[in-house]
Structure formats: C-alpha cells, structure tokens
C-alpha cells in the first residue's frame, strides 16, 4: 500500500525549495515528517523562507528544526510569521508575562495520564483542543530540558489514514459527525485541581468525522482519540466500536513517525491534519522535561458536505491580543 503525496503540494514544496536553495527538507518517514536545515528561526524570516517552512508543512504535516535555541519572545515571534496565536491554553491558562506561551511540564502531565495507555494503546493519542469549536491550525513546541533518553513524542498523518480506508468505509465516515469533549481522563488519577479546571471551561464541539483540509483541499480522517466520545445518531455500542476500529486504524505505525528531543529542537505540526501521542514513559524515569507551546488560531473545520462544525458548550479559541516583546 503506498499512497502518493498530493501532487499539488508536492510542486508547491519543490517551487518554495528552488527559490531557498539553502534550505534542506528531509523526510523522515513515508508520510510524515520533514527534518529542515539551513534556517536561523532566532530572526525575522525571508517571505521565501516562510513560503518554503509552510509548503513542507503541508505536504509532511510535522516538520523539526534542530539546534534553535530560542527565548520565548523568539519562539512567539518566529510562530507569528505564519498566523495569529491563541493565548496560550483555553483551559489551562500560559505562562506568566507571555500570553502566548503554554508550559507543558512532566509534573502536570503526571497529573493527566497515569495509567491509560495499559488500558487502551490509543489513549493520549489527539489533536489540540479539538473540543473547541475552532481547533488549532498548528501547534510549535520548542524543548528546553529534555530527558536524556524517553519522552518522544510521536505523530500521525490522518489524511494518509482516510487515504487507506476502503471505498465503501469511507463513504460511511463522510456522513458522520462526532463529539469532542474536553473532559477529565476517565480512570486517570486526575488531581482534584484538574478536574475543576475542566469543569469550570467546558468545550464541547461537533465536527465532521472526515473533514476537508482548507488548505490542501485533502480529505481527513478527523478523530482526536482524547478528545472525541461519541459518533452523533449511533446507538451507544456502534459508536464505541466503531470509533475503537478508527482510533486503531489512525495511529497505525505506517502513518506516524516518531521523534527524539534535543534541547533546541523545534516540532510544527498542522493541527488540521495529524494527531499526536504525548510521551507515558517519562513518569517511570527520573527526569525532568520543560517545553513550551505556541499555538496558530484556527477556522472552524468543514465536513465533505460542505456543513462545518457545531459549537454545543464553550467559547472559540482566540487570538490573543498580540503583546509585543
Ligand atoms: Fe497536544
């Protein structure tokens, strides 16, 4: 099974490299995952550079930077260029003086997931913030302190997986809509702190489960295993089983790659089009881990039909109001 990467991006990428010859994407998978060389994300980026950074975006839907040892107004600047920014966490706030930034620490992610994946290997597995009505188009986590070995994060390309659904399970998909709910991992030892942040921001959407990218026009299988409950119209036990057949398919190792931190390195993924896991290994390994988040505001998704998501509880995820640094 091989499917191709839509020609269209792929002549984007290739115009955008010619006009940076000193920009180099590696792939590093089939179909996802781009290493780029060659650019300083510290200053401000050449119209050209950004075209090239955005088309590899597009086509590998996850693209790492190595040795970028950005501030947090450099990496808020660098993110900038390519959309506006949320403030940092719709339900769990940024860091102090930084609007736009998202800590994401190993002590509160302990919080969050201890012991799911022995109980289903997708668990963890999501989009960002796909409860909200406008999910993120992109997401850039920069690592700072880094375990010297664990914590990789790895990341799916859902268009790939729509890609290789048969016909006629396709078709089924198209016509449905799911629920995404932003909710207390059940059966995690979630602390008392956590659940009544969730509880007191509720977000609950509904989006298309198959949804068309905006700016690539592809189809995409949209679950967010973390995130979406329920299939809308399905009896309790279909939904259940079909969403666990989906889960499984998305997350199938032919469509992920999987990364490896460094201090300095730089992932940018589009939202739109991937899920991603989290590390679980890091609360069985005695080091710390710090990075920090920045996160592109995104549209409200559009199903095949044409009909686009349903906000049922909460707010749209905001621009913040652009401090400057
Ligand atoms: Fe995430």
Redesign the pocket.
Known sequence: MNMPLPPDIQRQLQTALDATQHIQVLPQSAHIGALIHGVDLRAPLAAAEIATIRAALLQWKVVFFRDQHLSHAQQIAFARQFGELTVGHPVFGHVEGYPELYS?AKHRKANRHTGQAEQRPWTGW????TAAHNPPAA?ILRGVTIPPYGGDTQWTNLAAAYAALSEPMQRIVEGLRGEHLFAAPVGAQASAEYQQLVQQRRLVSEHPLVTVHPETGEKVLYVSP?FLKRITGLHARESRVLLEFLWEHAVRSEFTVRFKWEPGSIAFWDNRSTA?L?PNDIFALDFDRQLY?TTLVGQVPVGVDGRASTALEGDPVLAAHGAAY
Not at 126 to 129: E, I, P, Q, S, W
């Open positions: 994401i999501h989009a960002d913030v997401s973390g991603h989290p988040r």
